[in-house]
Structures are given as structure tokens and as C-alpha cells.
């Protein structure tokens, strides 16, 4: 399926939806099991990728590009990869982290439909670009911000999304041949799902408890 052929058309709207935003957001989850390996129909996986490019970004440099990663043999090559890195962090755990962790499934790539993986181009708009002379990282922080886009608008369709981060840079570059100047931020995992859990998987398997809002706001001053 070639996408660049199509053009994203943003005033072609997706379907009505039941839910509004702040349902979708509380309804997002970071899939790993609940994948059934159905394909994402072509306007579907446009609308998406069309919410994920309609991000801020500083200086308008859109820095994201997005990889659709299908090929079986690439995919099974990167899972590889990734299971070395979770032996790796597994090592590093207390006994009772890794009887936590070794009940937590890291990964859908096989089981999703594609993976989507999201890069950063530091090079995109420079060297004057506005807005980030004070902080470099804010076109990071713009690619992020695609991300989540995209990650929420595929909950509204009612895919689901696992972002997988037990990688190193370097082996991603090299697996999908990724300029040393662009930064993989992202392998997302991306297809329809037979259900969302209403409790995320970490927190449900006992690794974290979700932090009150209350905790998280403070008065003009970060708390001593």
C-alpha cells in the first residue's frame, strides 16, 4: 500500500464519534496484548497520521517523519532486539521487581498490524529556528507532541497504540536505514485491538500506582 500517493485532506472528517476528547484520553491505552492483527483501512491509518502531522511544532519545522513498518522479516529483526534489551533492564532488577516484571507483556509487534515509527530531524528548518535557540529541545518535544496526537485519534477509531522503547538508537537506525543526523523517537505499535483495559497494564500488574492530580499541582513555587 503506497500512502504517499494519497493527500491527506484535513476538512474530510472521521466518523461521528460517541466520545468526546476527555473520553478519549482517559480511554487511551499503551497496548500490548489486545492486538488482533486486522488490517487498519487505508483512511483510517490516513486520518491518524494526518492528526499526528496537524501538531504544534516550534518554529513550524514539523520535524516528524513517520516509517510504516510492515515487512515481516524487519519487524521480527527489531523484536529480536528488543527482547535482548529487556533481558538487559530484567538483570538489573530485585527479585520481586522481576517476578513483577516477568508478568508484564512489553510488546506487540508482532501482533500488531504495523509499526509507526516516529523520527526527529534536528536539521529540519535550521539554523534559525524560531523558538529553539533557548531550548534545543524543543523540537523534540514537537515530535512528542505528534505522537500523542496520533496516539489519541487512533483511540478515537478504536485501534490501539504500544510504544516500545527497549531499543537502542543506533540498532534502529541501522535496521531501517535512519540517517545518523535523525533520532527514532518512536516504534509504535498500531492496529485494532479486541479491547482497551480500564486499568493500564503497569499499574494493574502491581509495577506503579497511578500518582493523585493533587500530588502533581503546586503553587508558584516546586515544593521544597
Excluded at 494526518?50 to 519545522?61: D, E, Q, Y
Excluded at 533481558?87 to 508484564?104: G, M, P, V
Excluded at 485501534?159 to 545518523?180: A, H
Excluded at 527514532?184 to 479491547?195: D, E, N, Y
Aim: proline letters at 5%; charged letters at 20%.
Amino acid at each position: 500500500m503506497i500512502l504517499s500517493s494519497r493527500r491527506y485532506d484535513p476538512s474530510v472528517t472521521a466518523p461521528v464519534l460517541t466520545a468526546d476528547l476527555y473520553q478519549v484520553i482517559n480511554a487511551r491505552r499503551d497496548v500490548r496484548a489486545e492486538f488482533t492483527g486486522a488490517a487498519v483501512p487505508e483512511e483510517v491509518l490516513l486520518r491518524i497520521l494526518g492528526a499526528a502531522h496537524a501538531a504544534p511544532s516550534v518554529g513550524l519545522t514539523q520535524p516528524w517523519d513517520f516509517l510504516l513498518v510492515r515487512d515481516q522479516e524487519l519487524r521480527m529483526a527489531f523484536k529480536a532486539h528488543v527482547e535482548q534489551e529487556q533481558a538487559a533492564f530484567a538483570a538489573t532488577l530485585d527479585e520481586q521487581a522481576l517476578n513483577t516484571f516477568k508478568r508484564i507483556k512489553i510488546e506487540g509487534i508482532l501482533e500488531s498490524s504495523l509499526g509507526i515509527v516516529v523520527t526527529y530531524d534536528a536539521e529540519r528548518g535550521a539554523p534559525a529556528v524560531l523558538g529553539r535557540n533557548s531550548i534545543a529541545d524543543a523540537g523534540l518535544y514537537s515530535v512528542c507532541l505528534a505522537i500523542q496526537n496520533l496516539w489519541l485519534a487512533a483511540t478515537a477509531e478504536g485501534l490501539g497504540v504500544g510504544w516500545v522503547s527497549f531499543y537502542q538508537e543506533e540498532f534502529l537506525q541501522g535496521l531501517l536505514r535512519i540517517p545518523g543526523s535523525v533520532r527514532p523517537v518512536a516504534w509504535l505499535c498500531v492496529g485494532p485491538v479486541s479491547h482497551l483495559e480500564s486499568v493500564p497494564d503497569l499499574e494493574r500488574h502491581g509495577w506503579r500506582a497511578r500518582r493523585p492530580l493533587a500530588d502533581a499541582i503546586h503553587e508558584n513555587f516546586y515544593p521544597a
